[in-house]
């Protein structure tokens, strides 16, 4: 109902502006858990604002994660998942929100970077929000909405059913994860310990959406040793690691397989850094696809072009690695189609026609999915991820709060709780 998501409206934005002002970038390059200690700063106040509501036994683990239980009186232990870390493709150290209340449709200048506006004319989404209250950054930082936008939209979730002791509802468990966009967000992720039957990320965008199909997805590193000499005499000896990297590189289809060039169903194979001097070069590559025979097409696509390379240049050395990051989390949740579904109800309860779209990207849902713990994702209300560009609707977040507590409250109806019952078995007999 309306009435709920305006009564959750000014936590939920409260708590967003609180969390997004922490500096929580994420690492690909770190060795350590989490890559960044900073990430561990928000997970200390979420500890403490999840003990302020009367939970006891919040819990900020030594790899970063912040795991707490609101008890329920009866059905499945429903998980709520969101990732406190945030991309790397834009500045998260000193972002200043502004927030445009009950917006009028005009260009959103932001104020630390004129150039950068938010137009209605370029975005759809956003020009359908015309009296929302708009969120966004000053033009010069990533917002952070993914995730904190579901950081806050659980948090103000379970602020409210804690506050609301009359209202019957499933047990919880709160799981905030760490290392999300650099692809480890659920390594040390302990399923038995966290208890929950499914559970749900809160990391989608558009309001409504639920998701319950992500791309299957690896990461191919093609590693080139040259040989360096000194270019002064390396006439008929050099091998130049860069130039064959770039031959390789040159070699991929140009319309067709790449993210620039594909959208719906279609994946692709991206190359996303290119690093290495003439004696030894690194190509790395993500492939991304929804069905699993054309992700090893993509792989396959890489290895026949490095064999190739290494055909025409014997004197370099060429490998190839191929590494699974995460896999299409469909065919884990169809077994389970109760759980997506609820997701939808709760949606419905508030009022939102929900809609699927399967999204070209991941979450830790997929890996969890895959692991057992079926888990698909639900919207948040923000757009534009990892860019200056980001924002967020409050009205659309508070409307996400409200499909969680929908969904808390929907899992003790003895309907639900029975759908449940297949799902509870088969994820106690998958540990
Ligand atoms: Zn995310």
């Known amino acids: 109902m309306a009435e709920l998501a305006a009564a959750l409206q000014e936590d939920v934005l409260d708590r967003f502006l609180r969390y997004v002002r922490i500096d929580t970038t994420s690492d690909q390059d770190s060795d350590t858990y989490p890559s960044t200690a900073k990430q561990r700063d928000l997970g200390e106040l979420l500890e403490r604002e999840l003990r302020e509501l009367g939970i006891d036994d919040v819990e900020l683990t030594e790899h970063g994660y912040v795991f707490a239980t609101l008890p329920g009186s009866a059905g499945p232990t429903v998980g709520l998942i969101a990732h406190m870390d945030t991309s790397q493709d834009e500045s998260g150290a000193n972002v200043q929100p502004q927030v445009v209340r009950n917006w009028d449709g005009d260009d959103i200048v932001l104020p630390g970077d004129p150039d950068k506006v938010l137009r209605a004319a370029e975005n759809p989404i956003l020009a359908e929000r015309v009296g929302h209250d708009i969120v966004t950054t000053d033009g010069t930082t990533l917002l952070g909405a993914d995730d904190k936008a579901g950081v806050a939209e659980i948090m103000a979730a379970v602020a409210y059913l804690a506050a609301h002791r009359e209202i019957e509802h499933a047990p919880i468990r709160v799981g905030f994860t760490v290392d999300e966009e650099v692809g480890r967000g659920v390594d040390h992720f302990d399923?038995?310990?966290?208890?929950?039957?499914?559970?749900?990320?809160?990391?989608?965008?558009?309001?409504?959406?639920?998701?319950?199909?992500?791309?299957?997805?690896?990461?191919?590193?093609?590693?080139?040793?040259?040989?360096?000499?000194?270019?002064?005499?390396?006439?008929?000896?050099?091998?130049?690691?860069?130039?064959?990297?770039?031959?390789?590189?040159?070699?991929?289809?140009?319309?067709?397989?790449?993210?620039?060039?594909?959208?719906?169903?279609?994946?692709?194979?991206?190359?996303?850094r290119f690093a290495g001097t003439a004696a030894e070069a690194e190509l790395r590559f993500i492939a991304r696809d929804f069905d699993a025979a054309k992700l090893a097409e993509h792989e396959q696509l890489l290895r026949r072009l490095a064999d190739e390379l290494a055909a025409e240049e014997p004197r370099a050395r060429i490998s190839v690695r191929v590494e699974e990051q995460y896999?299409?989390?469909?065919?884990?949740?169809?077994?389970?189609?109760?759980?997506?579904?609820?997701?939808?109800?709760?949606?419905?309860?508030?009022?939102?026609?929900?809609?699927?779209?399967?999204?070209?990207?991941?979450?830790?849902?997929?890996?969890?999915?895959?692991?057992?713990?079926?888990?698909?994702?639900?919207?948040?209300?923000?757009?534009?991820?990892?860019?200056?560009?980001?924002?967020?609707?409050?009205?659309?977040?508070?409307?996400?709060?409200?499909?969680?507590?929908?969904?808390?409250?929907?899992?003790?109806?003895?309907?639900?709780?029975?759908r449940a019952s297949g799902t509870r078995a088969r994820t106690a007999a998958s540990r």
């Not at 590193?221 to 390789?248: D, F, Q, Y």
């Not at 849902?365 to 994702?377: F, I, Q, V, Y």
């Open 191 to 272: 399923i038995d310990a966290f208890g929950a039957d499914f559970a749900y990320t809160l990391d989608g965008a558009e309001l409504g959406r639920v998701d319950d199909e992500t791309f299957s997805a690896s990461e191919v590193r093609i590693r080139i040793e040259g040989l360096s000499v000194h270019p002064g005499t390396s006439k008929g000896k050099l091998v130049n690691a860069v130039k064959l990297g770039a031959r390789l590189i040159e070699r991929l289809p140009r319309d067709s397989r790449s993210p620039e060039t594909t959208d719906g169903r279609d994946g692709f194979v991206h190359p996303h």
């Open 327 to 418: 896999r299409n989390m469909k065919e884990f949740l169809e077994r389970d189609p109760s759980v997506a579904e609820a997701g939808e109800e709760a949606a419905r309860r508030c009022g939102i026609e929900p809609w699927r779209e399967p999204i070209r990207g991941g979450t830790d849902g997929a890996m969890l999915s895959e692991r057992g713990l079926p888990t698909p994702n639900i919207f948040t209300g923000a757009h534009q991820f990892h860019s200056v560009l980001e924002w967020a609707s409050v009205q659309d977040m508070a409307a996400s709060a409200a499909t969680v507590v929908e969904l808390a409250k929907l899992w003790v109806e003895p309907e639900w709780a029975t």
